[in-house]
Structure formats: C-alpha cells, structure tokens
T-cell receptor, first 108, second 115 residues
Framework: DAKTTQPNSMESNEEEPVHLPCNHSTISGTDYIHWYRQLPSQGPEYVIHGLTSNVNNRMASLAIAEDRKSSTLILHRATLRDAAVYYCILRAGNMLTFGGGTRLMVKP | DTEVTQTPKHLVMGMTNKKSLKCEQHMGHRAMYWYKQKAKKPPELMFVYSYEKLSINESVPSRFSPECPNSSLLNLHLHALQPEDSALYLC??????????????FGSGTRLTVV
C-alpha cells in the first residue's frame, strides 16, 4: 500500500488559515487522496478528496502537487471546533488505510 | 439519512462471552467496513464487504466473525476475546471504488472492554 507522511502535530491560532501537509511519494496513478478528521470520542469524518486537480468544498480546500507526490489540506479560518487529528490517506480500491495523522491544536 | 448507526455504544464482556456489534446505514452504500482503533492510534482495517460479499480480511483472528445479512446491515460477532481486544470498533460505509463517491461515512463506534 502506498504510504503517507504527515507531521505529528501542528498548532494554529483561531481565525487564521491552516495548511496541513502530506507527502505520498509512492502514490500510484489510480490512488485518490482522501482527508479525514477525527474529533475526540468520535469516528473519523470525511473532509475532502481529490485525484489530480485542486478541490474545494464547504469544509476545506485540497491542493495537490502537479506530480501528485504531496498534497495540502487548507482550512481557511480555523475554529476551536477544528481541533482534531487529521488523516491523509490514499484510497486504493476498497482499501482506506490510515497513517499516523496530524494532531491540530487551535489556540484561542 | 446520511448516518452510520452503531450499537451498542459501549460493551463490557467477559472472555467466555459471545456478543455482537451491529452497524446500519441507509445511504445505499454497497461497501461496508469494520475498523479497530486502540487509544491514541489510527484506525486499523479489519474487514471489507463489497456488494454483501467479504472481499478483504486483514488477517483478523477467527474470534472476530463478520456478517453482512443485507446491503444495509453489518455485524461483527465476538467470541472468546482477550483483554487486548479492548478497543473502539468503527463501522464505515461507502460506494465501491469504481463508482463516483464522496468518501467514507463512519459511525461513532462501539467502545469494547474485555474483562
């Protein structure tokens, strides 16, 4: 399975943008890049996914490098409710394999 | 309905007990999954069902037995568990890979304690 590498933790100030990086240098052409987040005591929550082009939705934006070996999840204005573990995952077929994730802390 | 419902939310069982975890979705998803999550660790995939057939078993011990009675329901039957099996068990659903999809939907999990 293609693997992803994320920083263990990041800190942000409330109301500021947050850029969460992810490296996936062994990505294959058919792997979709998925992002999920997990708040304390909850199941993971889908955030966004993409294949080659940048994607936007109501929760976040996903910027994908031209060579697809890295991507960045962008939260445009962090709130305290965005404090969670963010997982960058490569979906291959019906496999969604979680890596270590980034714990995002948001300071008021 | 855009939810995955898991019952029970909490379960305490002895090592000789037999119990079942249940998962239900009504989004028309045809792929369903069981994950296990230990404290402060990422979820680990256990089983994948696609169109009600088991397609992936990630070398899970036989004391865990999955069942997919229909396209909306997924069960995980538990028997002779060990204390180290204590964890959060998460169910998820999605459209199968080769159809347009908007990601996986996860339930909030069953917190299992084996005593």
């Amino acid at each position: 399975d293609a693997k992803t590498t994320q920083p263990n933790s990041m800190e942000s100030n409330e109301e500021e943008p947050v850029h969460l990086p992810c490296n996936h240098s062994t990505i294959s052409g058919t792997d979709y890049i998925h992002w999920y987040r997990q708040l304390p005591s909850q199941g993971p929550e889908y955030v966004i996914h993409g294949l080659t082009s940048n994607v936007n939705n109501r929760m976040a934006s996903l910027a994908i490098a031209e060579d697809r070996k890295s991507s960045t999840l962008i939260l445009h204005r962090a709130t305290l409710r965005d404090a969670a573990v963010y997982y960058c995952i490569l979906r291959a077929g019906n496999m969604l394999t979680f890596g270590g994730g980034t714990r995002l802390m948001v300071k008021p | 309905d855009t939810e995955v419902t898991q019952t029970p939310k909490h379960l305490v069982m002895g090592m000789t007990n037999k119990k079942s975890l249940k998962c239900e979705q009504h989004m028309g998803h045809r792929a369903m999954y069981w994950y296990k999550q230990k404290a402060k660790k990422p979820p680990e995939l256990m089983f994948v069902y696609s169109y009600e057939k088991l397609s992936i078993n990630e070398s899970v011990p036989s004391r865990f037995s999955p069942e997919c009675p229909n396209s909306s329901l997924l069960n995980l039957h538990l028997h002779a568990l060990q204390p180290e099996d204590s964890a959060l068990y998460l169910c998820a659903s999605s459209q199968p890979f080769l159809t347009p999809n908007y990601g996986y939907t996860f339930g909030s999990g069953t917190r299992l304690t084996v005593v």
